[in-house]
């Protein structure tokens, strides 16, 4: 039975914040935007929001396993190191990004994208009069499925990954994966409605630095728990 005053909601707040802070300006954030921007955007989230549920499920599960091997004071402290580590390389990455800088992940992920369409135009050349309305059926699952490969393959070994592994072993495994689920829904919802305007508003060094800052917070916090 989960205890609501004591497990669920440290874990579940933490857990939208962490997310907040790391999935904003993440590659999966730029798959979903940039895909958006030419093909319908209830494909692309339904995929992208399924391949990040999925992946939040899978990595709160190794998460709960920790504590079997390792107590669950040591998993508070590594835990805590894992967050300090992720928020100082953070700051550190914002201390060398000019101010106006284009992130490396749109441009990356840019390039994947026009390489696979050139491909897909390659492989599919046909004449116009053999198109038929069945076409806008499979264009649909096409968008999806691309959507949901793509986001669970930038996903794996991602820094929120490991992150909610690591939030899982020391907390709420619910609350963890409702709170994952939250945030992600939020920041793909934004990517798929106007996350390529929102990305070239907000600089990666900003945030980078509040990601940062995050991480440093949930790390100090997980260790003084121990204290």
């Not at 798959?31 to 494909?43: F, K, P, Y």
């Not at 939040?56 to 004071?73: H, K």
């Not at 300090?84 to 390389?89: A, D, E, H, I, Q």
């Not at 929102?198 to 900003?206: G, P, Q």
């Amino acid at each position: 039975m989960i205890d609501f005053n004591t497990q669920f909601f440290p874990a579940f707040f933490k857990s939208i914040m962490m997310i907040l802070a790391t999935e904003i300006g993440d590659k999966t954030f730029f798959i979903a935007a940039v895909l958006s921007m030419r093909n319908d955007r209830l494909a692309v989230f339904t995929g992208s929001i399924l391949a990040l549920c999925c992946m939040t499920i899978l990595s709160s599960m190794m998460g709960m396993v920790l504590p079997s091997l390792i107590s669950r004071q040591y998993t508070h402290i590594i835990s805590g190191f894992l967050f300090l580590y992720f928020g100082v390389r953070l700051l550190l990455d914002s201390h060398k990004i000019e101010g106006s800088q284009c992130s490396d992940e749109l441009e990356e992920v840019e390039e994947e994208l026009s390489r696979r369409g050139k491909r897909r135009e390659n492989n599919t050349k046909e004449p116009s009069q053999y198109i038929s309305k069945t076409d806008s059926a499979m264009d649909w699952e096409t968008i999806f499925m691309q959507a949901l490969t793509l986001t669970f393959v930038a996903e794996w070994g991602d820094r929120s990954q490991i992150a909610t592994i690591a939030l899982a072993s020391a907390k709420d495994a619910i609350g963890v994966n409702v709170g994952a689920m939250l945030g992600h829904s939020v920041c793909t919802g934004m990517a798929v409605i106007g996350g390529r305007m929102l990305a070239s508003n907000i600089s990666e060094k900003t945030v980078s630095l509040f990601g940062g800052l995050i991480f440093l917070i949930f790390g100090v916090h997980s260790l003084m728990e121990d204290a």
